[in-house]
């Protein structure tokens, strides 16, 4: 049974920064992708980042310039810089082995203004 288990989330001001981690279980020779997404309240969950096993990432225009997804094995992360009211959601890692993609619970980011 595959695991991913995010932590790293809190409460920070406008203008700070988080890191968010990410941990599988499992070979990271098996995973091909590693994504970040966010659900704010009463909003669709969205695309933040995602990295490829070749080490392509992608973001969302909103988070362009900010934030930074990187991988290490079977580990991720989410670098957030400058972060703004608007960021705050709660952030789940999704990590793809092979065919099936497992998401984590999620872990919490408030933002005060």
């Known amino acids: 049974q595959v695991q991913v288990v995010e932590s790293g989330g809190g409460l920070v001001q406008a203008g700070g920064s988080l890191r968010l981690s990410c941990a599988a279980s499992?070979?990271?020779?098996?995973?091909?992708?590693i994504t970040w997404h966010r659900q704010a309240p009463g909003k669709q969950r969205e695309l933040v980042a995602a990295?490829?096993?070749?080490?392509t990432t992608n973001y969302a225009d909103s988070v362009k310039g900010r934030f930074t997804i990187s991988r290490d094995g079977v580990k991720a992360y989410l670098q957030m810089n400058s972060l703004k009211p608007e960021d705050t959601a709660v952030f789940y890692c999704?990590?793809?082995?092979?065919?099936?993609?497992?998401w984590g619970q999620g872990t919490q980011v408030t933002v005060s203004s």
């Open positions: 499992g070979s990271a020779l098996s995973i091909n992708y």
């Open positions: 990295i490829r096993s070749g080490g």
């Open positions: 999704g990590v793809q082995f092979g065919l099936r993609l497992y």
